[in-house]
């Protein structure tokens, strides 16, 4: 079974830097596309970066920065010079391929996601 639980999250002032967290088990973070997305309240779900088996990575925004670290099973995402628009709630996402692009529909497990808060 798949799990996927995200932390990290918070509040944080404008400009200031936050790193989520996904811990991952039931499958090898190492070997398929992972995923970072977000939903604000009243927005859909939108991408924020993917990273794919083979390190390829694509995110919407320069500020953030995904990582894995396959020692620890984990999915990172660092957000750097927060913005007030940045407030949502963060998930992580989890493919059964290896290779992935930024839509929704590459992804097949979902963790219930950590709620960022950013105040200017």
């Known amino acids: 079974q798949v799990q996927l639980v995200e932390s990290g999250g918070g509040s944080a002032q404008a400009g200031e830097s936050l790193r989520l967290s996904c811990a991952v088990s039931g499958i090898n973070p190492s070997t398929v596309c992972m995923g970072w997305f977000r939903q604000a309240p009243g927005n859909e779900r939108e991408w924020v970066a993917v990273?794919?088996?083979?390190g390829n990575i694509l995110r919407a925004d320069r500020r953030f920065s995904i990582s894995r670290d396959n020692a620890k099973n984990t999915l990172n995402l660092q957000m750097d010079n927060l913005k007030s628009e940045d407030a949502a709630m963060y998930y992580c996402?989890?493919?059964?391929?290896?290779?992935?692009?930024?839509?929704?529909?590459?992804?097949?497990?979902w963790g219930q996601g950590t709620q960022v808060t950013v105040s200017s």
């Open positions: 996402a989890a493919s059964s391929r290896g290779a992935c692009s930024q839509g929704e529909r590459w992804f097949d497990y």
């Open positions: 990273i794919d088996r083979y």
